[in-house]
């Protein structure tokens, strides 16, 4: 069974960091780009960036609002995916969602099939 | 940045109805759109991918159509456990962007 386990949320106070890891299991881990999403209370969920694979570089792309505060990483020997999250403000405050993706080179674009179950992030003082 | 308009808001229909929900797209997308369905304190759950194929284990009774910059996702008869907010999502280009979102209920 193709699996995704968030784990790293709590709360923070504002400016402070926080990393979150995901556990990818039941599938090849290496052969797909990971997505994270997040969703804060009562909104639509949100793109915050993704990681390609290695044979594409495993470089990343982040939304507008994450850029420069947000990286995504990845560790295929342990089939994990993070994301390290500086300077948190409080309208970070959401769940925040791993998912799996499928990279499309030729539209410079992820479609996602799998979510994890998400973690909470609380930025607060 | 592309757009995602999604409409109704929110619909109650009977059990056994036939529910649509449209989502219209600021650009041509071409085929690259989802539909999740989200029930409350769970992750969105895939249903539909390249805009009208069916996720694996999702019910037949879940359909999608479309291209271009309109597209549907039809319930063909509404189950009680089908109760959830849906979503479409664009992957043509980035950033990847949803639809407001749809809050089906059960009269």
């Known amino acids: 069974e193709v699996q995704l386990v968030e784990s790293g949320g709590g709360l923070v106070r504002p400016g402070r960091s926080l990393r979150l890891s995901c556990a990818g299991s039941g599938f090849t881990f290496g052969d797909y780009a990971m997505s994270w999403f997040r969703q804060a209370p009562g909104r639509g969920p949100e793109w915050v960036g993704f990681?390609?694979?290695?044979?594409?570089?495993?470089?990343?792309e982040y939304a507008a609002s994450a850029k420069g505060r947000f990286t995504i990483s990845r560790d295929d020997s342990k089939s994990v995916a993070y994301l390290q999250m500086n300077s948190l403000k409080t309208e970070d405050t959401a769940v925040y969602y791993c998912?799996?993706?499928?990279?499309?080179?030729?539209?410079?674009?992820?479609?996602?099939?799998?979510w994890g179950r998400g973690a909470t992030v609380t930025v607060s003082s | 940045d592309i757009q995602m308009t999604q409409s109704p808001s929110s619909l109650s229909a009977s059990v056994g109805d036939r529910v649509t929900i449209t989502c219209q797209a600021s650009?041509?997308?071409?085929?690259?759109l989802n539909w999740y369905q989200q029930k409350p304190g769970k992750a969105p759950k895939l249903l539909i991918y390249?805009?009208?194929n069916l996720a694996a284990g999702v019910p037949s009774r879940f359909s999608g159509g479309g291209s271009g910059t309109v597209f549907t996702f039809t319930i063909r008869s509404l189950q009680p456990e089908d109760t959830a907010t849906y979503y479409c999502q664009h992957y043509d280009g980035l950033p990847l962007t949803f639809g407001g979102g749809t809050k089906v209920e059960i009269e």
């Open positions: 390249d805009a009208s």
């Open positions: 990681v390609r694979s290695e044979a594409y570089g495993g470089t990343t």
């Open positions: 998912t799996r993706c499928h990279y499309y080179t030729w539209k410079n674009s992820a479609g996602v099939d799998v």
């Open positions: 650009q041509d997308i071409s085929f690259s």
